[in-house]
């Protein structure tokens, strides 16, 4: 493997700042994308996908938007989706698309599956946020692309300038420090953009890069398109992006969110969207005993009820989920916590997602007994 | 009927006295053996001390006192079918009420979260027993059953818990002695300070409190060395996205802060001289990508380096440890890995150091490529054979169990799992860590839930239960039994009759510490060894003095510390239950021979003028005296057989020569 050098600088700050000399020292792990300014390949109209050459350096080359790009406007051909529930990042807003190239469609493997993909599939992923303070404003923060390829999966990251005008390529990650204004209360983090590494701690399957969300389950659904509302997988079939016929009955998540749905659902469908990408068999953490798809949590061990835990925070804490106990729960405990060794989900967020610990709660006092 | 009429006289004035009954240790019903209904946990005293696992937290109690009138086994219980569902908490006490001690007590060992403790009893003796709201006020019954008298399990050591509502901060995960009088202090870090609690002779803690901006917290784990041997210890903080350094000031009154750009998602932090050259070294598990490290200049400037120490791509890198498995006089690295899936980063790594840096992987070789998913591992030489052995300890059992491996010294392991006690411990934790906690002279591990698994000597362990899970380790009273904190609470060793013996290091060519020494204590035909580390476990720093038990033997024939710089010390006879200074080169152990002759300091100690006797200066480079802080006092270009030392203050010093062969001579003298 031919390893591309970087920089990477120690820098003192603190009490004395600049008071020592940097020094710096090339990084020679085989890790990273180095920036290449490479010519593009593709014609001058619609939406290009590189597939050999490495990802481009600025979003707007794939032509995925059309006009100020700002207005996340698909262009022709990129049809935007929404999963029925989303996984909580720090409360950013969130636009998915995907693009397939012509005559190319992806076919259904199984309700709880991704769909299997094309080569030259994209599914493109925008996270912003709404009445950002100073000003009030709409701010886009990232733009995170998955690119099929004859080898597999690969990741390209965008991160937006401050004008809004442009995104481009940063495989190493980074912060942005962002205050908004959500439903009159104003919040602030320090937002993390994941590295190509964090990436691939939660999208793998083995090792091998896969999405996440893209599942029959999730996507069974109405969406509001500009022509008119239709299910998002009839959509996909018309567009010629879904071929082959589906099941009659899909095993469909709720939307978490949903107050009117039954308590157990909202909660299993939040556990699949938020945890089952490592809590699943061959992914990140599938040492662990709990088991978190939409698929497995029919059975409430899976959920971690009444199973002791693989690692003691605290004794009190004898279970994962403890039957009308949140404070014997270990599950209630991590997504409660901030401090990024115990909180849960591991990466994507650095605030506690409020919402999501009520509904957790709530179907914890609703359990009596263990099974 | 007495008992009932005075408690009407003395509360007439408050409440009715039913209310009062059972309210207070001075209420307390007195039961026999039967089974009893507690209607509800309502009394307004709550049981003090808390005697059974998971803290404070009660605000109400309900009091019951028992007398036996023969020695028996008893058993509390809220174990029963009526209960199911309940949650209970039971505290045994002797003592008189306002001053009560600890008997036994209970939370959770019942069905769910229902109670149930056995304990001994002596007849004659008052039991007070308390119910605490802890988790319920609701009413539930109890069961006291009397049983013919069994032994209790004999502990080998106890612990008493102290709690220090002063220790506080983010993250007290550390104990390491801060200001140079070898005695153990807690450290803790929060975003914007470093609290530290300075033991004092005294036994006492002085707290200070040093306001510093930290970037990253040590949410993973965090060690203590003195990068810059300025002889006040640093601090290495490993957070999800980056490492943050502390360095002391030169005075130990304050701390900078030197953070790095580069991505890293911490694991185990360890301090150690990775390329030799006396200079300390840091290393930080990297979860997703390979390791990282930090190699130090000589002046405590760090350049980042990845590559070479454990490069999987997926990382899987949770708890590395710093040992000399080879005893070839080098610290070695082993990593305890963990990774869900089919990945290849789950296994765990062994790079045997080839010396200026070079490291082989050598996993497969020696018997240590192994799948179980481990967050760290507990390496010792549990057998004293002179070789480090290892403790696999799981965190989960989908890819194999614990595994004691001993060290074959030809640099393979074999699987001694099999009748060692660890293939029935069903307990997994992500800590494990080797000390000689009842000071026996074999090391056991702490690990499991809440379990000090004590070595019997022949390489099985035996389980005990304790009421604390794993915590950094030191000696927090300086008696010589190390103690545990966990947050805000250091449980203290109780001890017992054994001796033993602690080694303070000064390094002068090495780190400070002492970090990579290894240790060899001789006593009784047995022999002791120990690594001098910084960061073992998965998240916590432990002491850096070391400590060893040596049993019912009394005396010690000797101590050898061979320094990472090759320097030898020997310490002779020193006498048991104490702790030894070594400064590097102020033992040696040999002294340099040229063309035959010994190489002497005289006189010693020294007034005005110090003589090297059988030294031919010609072969001599340079020579150097230091301080016993390593400050250079004195350094002569043109060397001299004879030294002018009447310009130096009193105390004492080394003397180190340097010849043009390479060989490095210390010795140690003092000037009058």
Redesign the interface.
């Known amino acids: 493997m031919v390893c591309s050098q970087s920089k ?9 700042i600049a008071a ?2 940097t ?1 710096v ?1 090339f ?3 085989c ?1 990273k994308v180095e920036p290449i300014e490479i010519p593009d390949p593709t014609p001058s109209t619609g939406v290009a996908v590189p597939l050999k050459v490495p990802p481009y350096q600025k979003l707007s080359t794939y032509r995925f938007f059309q006009g100020d790009i700002k207005n996340q406007q698909p262009a022709e051909g990129v049809l935007e989706y929404e999963p029925i529930s989303s996984l909580f990042t720090d409360y950013a807003l969130k636009k998915r698309f995907l693009w397939m190239p012509d005559g190319k469609s992806a076919t259904y493997v199984a309700d709880n599956d991704i769909l299997d993909f094309p080569v030259g599939t994209a599914l493109i992923k925008n996270f912003y946020y709404d009445h950002v303070m100073p000003g009030d404003v709409t701010k886009i923060l990232e733009t995170r692309v998955m690119i099929k390829r004859a080898t597999g999966w690969i990741f390209a990251e965008y991160i937006w300038n401050e004008e809004q005008t442009e995104a481009y390529l940063d495989m ?2 980074g912060y942005v420090n962002i205050t908004w204004n959500r439903n009159g209360q104003e919040l602030s983090t320090n937002y ?1 953009i994941p ?1 190509e ?2 990436c ?2 939660c999208h ?4 091998v890069p896969i999405p996440i969300g893209v599942k029959p389950q999730n996507m069974n659904k109405n969406f509001n398109y500009p022509d008119g509302t239709k299910n998002q997988l009839q959509k996909m079939i018309e567009m010629g992006y879904l071929a082959g016929s589906l099941p009659p009955n899909i095993n469909t998540v709720v939307n978490y969110s949903d107050a009117t749905q039954p308590l157990e659902l909202r909660l299993r469908s939040y556990l699949d969207i938020n945890c089952a990408h ?1 809590h699943s ?9 709990i088991r978190l798809g939409f698929s497995e949590t029919v059975l409430k061990t899976n959920m971690g009820l009444c199973v002791e835990p ?3 925070i ?3 804490m ?1 279970y994962i989920i ?2 009308s ?1 949140i ?2 729960s270990v599950m209630h405990f991590r997504l409660n916590a901030t ?3 115990v909180r849960m989900p ?2 994507g967020r650095t605030l506690v997602h409020q919402e999501g610990v009520q509904l957790l709660e709530d179907w914890i006092n609703s359990i ?3 099974e | 009927m007495k008992r009932k009429l005075f408690l009407i006289t003395a509360a007439l004035p408050f409440v009715l006295t039913d209310v009062v009954a059972q309210s207070s240790c001075n209420t307390a019903l007195s039961i026999t053996a039967g089974l009893h209904t507690v209607d509800a946990v309502d009394g307004p005293e709550v049981p003090m001390p808390v005697c059974a ?3 404070t937290g009660a605000s109400a109690g309900k009091w019951y006192v028992y007398t036996p009138a023969d020695d028996y086994t008893v058993r509390v219980s809220t174990d029963l079918s009526q209960n ?2 309940k ?1 209970t908490r039971v505290h045994i006490y002797t003592g008189v009420c306002g001053s009560l001690v600890c008997h036994a007590g209970d ?2 060992s019942g069905n ?2 229902l109670s149930l403790i056995d304990f001994a009893v002596t007849q004659g003796v008052t039991y007070y027993i308390a119910f605490d709201n802890k ?1 319920s006020s609701s009413g539930f019954d109890f069961m006291l059953e009397e049983t013919p008298f069994v032994d209790p399990p004999v502990y080998p050591v106890t612990f008493t818990e102290n709690y220090f509502p002063t220790i506080t901060g ?1 993250y007290k995960i550390a104990i390491a002695d801060m200001n140079g009088d070898y005695l153990d202090d807690v450290v803790t870090v929060s975003a914007n300070q470093v609290q530290i609690h300075y033991q004092q002779i005294s036994g006492a803690y002085t707290n200070t409190t040093y306001p ?2 930290i ?1 990253y917290l040590p ?2 784990s965090m060690a203590i060395g003195d990068i810059d041997k300025n002889g006040f210890n640093d601090l290495v903080l490993g ?3 980056g490492v943050t350094f502390l360095y002391a000031n030169a005075t130990g009154t ?1 701390f ?8 890293v ?1 911490s694991q185990r932090t360890n301090f150690v001289d990775i390329n030799n050259d006396g200079h300390l070294d840091a290393f930080v598990c990297h979860d ?3 390791n990282v490290y ?1 190699l130090n ?1 000589g002046t405590g ?7 070479g120490l454990g ?1 999987h ?3 899987g890198n949770y708890g590395s440890v710093w040992v000399d498995y080879d005893n070839d006089g080098d610290a070695d690295l082993f990593i305890a890995k ?6 290849t ?2 296994y765990n790594e062994l790079h045997r150091n080839d010396g200026n840096g070079v490291f082989t992987n050598v996993s497969t070789a020696a018997n240590m490529y192994d799948p179980v ?1 481990t967050w760290s591992s507990a390496w010792n030489d549990y057998d004293n054979d002179g070789y480090m052995d290892a403790l696999i300890g799981a ?2 059992f ?2 194999g169990s614990h595994k004691l491996m001993r060290n074959n010294g030809d640099g393979t392991f074999t699987d001694i799992t099999s009748g060692s006690g660890w293939e029935t411990n069903t307990q ?3 800590e494990y860590v080797t000390f000689d906690f009842d000071n026996d002279g074999y090391a056991d591990v702490m690990g499991g ?2 379990t000090i698994s004590f070595n019997n000597g022949d390489l099985t362990f035996t389980p005990m239960a304790y ?1 604390f ?1 794993v915590g950094s380790v030191g000696d927090m009273n300086n008696d010589g039994f190390l103690d545990v904190q966990n947050g805000s609470r250091i449980y203290m060793n109780d001890g017992n009759t054994n001796n033993w013996l602690k080694i303070h290091l000064k390094g002068i060519a090495s780190n400070m510490n002492g970090i990579g020494a290894r240790v060899e204590l001789y006593s009784g035909g047995m022999k002791q060894i120990r690594d001098v580390r910084s960061g073992e476990g998965f ?1 916590h720093m432990h002491s850096l003095n070391v400590h060893f038990g040596v049993g019912t033997n009394t005396t010690i024939d000797s101590v050898l510390v061979h320094w990472p710089s090759g320097t030898i010390d020997n310490v002779l006879t020193p006498d048991v239950n104490q702790s030894v200074l070594v400064i590097e080169g102020a033992h040696p152990l040999g002294l340099l021979e040229v063309d035959g002759k010994k190489v002497e300091l005289y006189p010693n100690p020294a007034n005005e003028q110090l003589s090297i006797k059988n030294l031919n200066t010609e072969d001599v480079a340079l020579i150097k005296i230091v301080d016993v802080q390593g400050r250079e006092i004195m350094t002569l270009n043109q060397p001299a057989a004879t030294l002018n030392i009447s310009s130096i203050q009193s105390g004492m010093y080394i003397l180190q020569i340097d010849l043009k062969n390479g060989k490095r001579y210390s010795d140690s003298f003092i000037k009058k």
């Open positions: 990477f600088i120690m820098v003192r700050t603190g009490l004395f020592v000399a020094s020292i990084y020679t792990a890790k190493n990650g993390r590295s590494t964090e691939k701690v793998k399957l083995n090792d490592c068999a061959g992914k990140h953490c599938d040492y662990r005993p693989g690692e003691m605290d004794p009190a004898n403890s039957p106990n404070n014997r401090n990024e060794s591991l990466l009596e007994f263990c | 696992p998971n803290g199911t569902g949650d939370d959770d769910g979260y988790w983010d510093v901006s970037t949410s993973w957070a999800g996205s304050g900078t802060e030197v953070t790095g750009s580069q991505y998602f997703v990508d390979p930090y200049d400037l760090l350049t980042f380096h990845q590559g490069d791509d997926e990382g963990c990774r869900g899936g089919s990945s980063a789950k998913q965190s989960s989908t890819d997994s934790s992500i839930n809440q009421n899970p998240r």
